[in-house]
T-cell receptor, first 114, second 110 residues
Framework: DVKVTQSSRYLVKRTGEKVFLECVQDMDHENMFWYRQDPGLGLRLIYFSYDVKMKEKGDIPEGYSVSREKKERFSLILESASTNQTSMYLC?????????????FGSGTRLTVV | GIQVEQSPPDLILQEGANSTLRCNFSDSVNNLQWFHQNPWGQLINLFYIPSGTKQNGRLSATTVATERYSLLYISSSQTTDSGVYFCAVRSGGGADGLTFGKGTHLIIQP
């Protein structure tokens, strides 16, 4: 069964901390994505990557950075966590065009910044 | 960017009823998916359906790409069908992420 695995289901961090959210996929997908989901605002794209060491900004990249050193792993980094980054974070992956390119999501990380 | 509208926003039904959820989108797409978000927040892929019709048990979906809409049908609803159903689309040829609708919140009452 193909999977996207996020390292933590729940996370509580303090304001100003550096936070790493990890995502690993086992489907040999080229593309990986980070979303956040907030009540009333829906799912919004933060960053995506279409290859190792490549990254592109999504709709709301401010306050975040990403790292993709290996094809299967995509990390979201909060350089200095703030309370407005309290949210549900969802990772996804998809294959490059030409193959089936449905998106598969991980189970999510609920981050609370206090 | 592409706009995605889902209707209705909320739906309350009795167990055993049938329902139809609609997704309208503003541009041509090369990917359309229906997801069910479970109570723990995970998005479960129901259908990958940029065009045509598919069925999986009590669920089926139809996308009419030329008219820019998709429908998700749920027959003989069960309480476990409760949750939020999202339609998400992608247009363009790059690796851009999916654009999500705001979802339909479905409640199935016993």
């Amino acid at each position: 069964d193909v999977k996207v695995t996020q390292s933590s289901r729940y996370l509580v961090k303090r304001t100003g901390e550096k936070v790493f959210l990890e995502c690993v996929q086992d489907m040999d997908h080229e593309n990986m994505f980070w979303y956040r989901q907030d009540p009333g605002l829906g799912l919004r794209l933060i960053y995506f990557s279409y290859d190792v060491k490549m990254k592109e900004k999504g709709d709301i990249p401010e306050g975040y950075s990403v790292s993709r050193e290996k094809k299967e792993r995509f990390s979201l980094i909060l350089e200095s966590a703030s309370t407005n980054q309290t949210s549900m974070y969802l990772c996804a992956s998809s294959a490059r065009l030409g193959r089936y390119h449905g998106y598969t999501f991980g189970s999510g990380t609920r981050l609370t910044v206090v | 960017g592409i706009q995605v509208e889902q209707s209705p926003p909320d739906l309350i039904l009795q167990e055993g009823a049938n329902s139809t959820l609609r997704c309208n989108f503003s541009d041509s797409v090369n990917n359309l998916q229906w997801f069910h978000q479970n109570p723990w927040g995970q998005l479960i892929n129901l259908f990958y359906i940029p065009s045509g019709t598919k069925q999986n048990g009590r669920l089926s979906a139809t996308t009419v790409a030329t008219e820019r809409y998709s429908l998700l049908y749920i027959s003989s609803s069960q309480t476990t069908d409760s949750g939020v159903y999202f339609c998400a689309v992608r247009s363009g040829g790059g690796a851009d992420g999916l654009t999500f609708g705001k979802g339909t919140h479905l409640i199935i009452q016993p």
